[in-house]
């Protein structure tokens, strides 16, 4: 159990639980639930990161995985889709999107009339480039109080356990 100075609402859920239901195994909520939790406050915390460039969250996904492959910063829709893990209809929505915002450009790909292919614009790479570099700046701020040991610590466990749900 916690210590006093280091107890969180999940502690209190944990135990909730744990008296309620005795024959239940809670410990995975003390995982879980800090994850999720976890996961608001960094969505927000990005969102309003994006917010101050005019882009929501999932143009900034789409635009940086663009941006991480280099010049000319093209992908296939389908490539697209992996990336970002979202369905065919979704990617194909947001590629619309973001070719009315003038964030990307549709190319077709000149030996297959079934593939598109999705180029970064300038705008597009100037955004996510602005965008990423206030993020940065933001996670590097709330990671500020943990030391380098610690924070590799974690990246380990992180890495660990997303390898875990992904091959699952």
Not at 63 to 79: C, E, K, N, S, V
Request: aromatic share 8%; net charge neutral.
């Amino acid at each position: 159990m916690a210590n006093r100075e280091s107890r969180d609402e999940v502690d209190g859920i944990v135990e909730a639980w744990g008296r309620e239901r005795r024959d239940f195994d809670v410990e995975p909520l003390s995982v879980f639930s800090r994850m999720v939790r976890l996961n608001y406050h960094i969505e927000r915390m990005r969102k309003q990161a994006f917010a101050r460039h005019n882009i929501e969250s999932w143009e900034f996904e789409m635009l940086a995985a663009l941006r991480r492959q280099g010049a000319p910063y093209r992908l296939t829709a389908g490539r697209l889709m992996q990336e970002t893990l979202v369905s065919s209809g979704t990617v194909t929505n947001r590629i619309d999107r973001m070719v009315a915002h003038g964030y990307a450009r549709r190319l077709p790909d000149p030996s297959d009339r079934r593939v598109v292919h999705v180029e970064a614009t300038p705008a597009g790479l100037a955004v996510v480039d602005a965008a990423m570099k206030d993020l940065l700046e933001v996670e590097g701020e709330q990671l500020a109080g943990f030391d380098v040991e610690s924070r590799k610590a974690l990246a380990n466990y992180l890495r660990e356990m997303l390898a875990h749900f992904e091959k699952n």
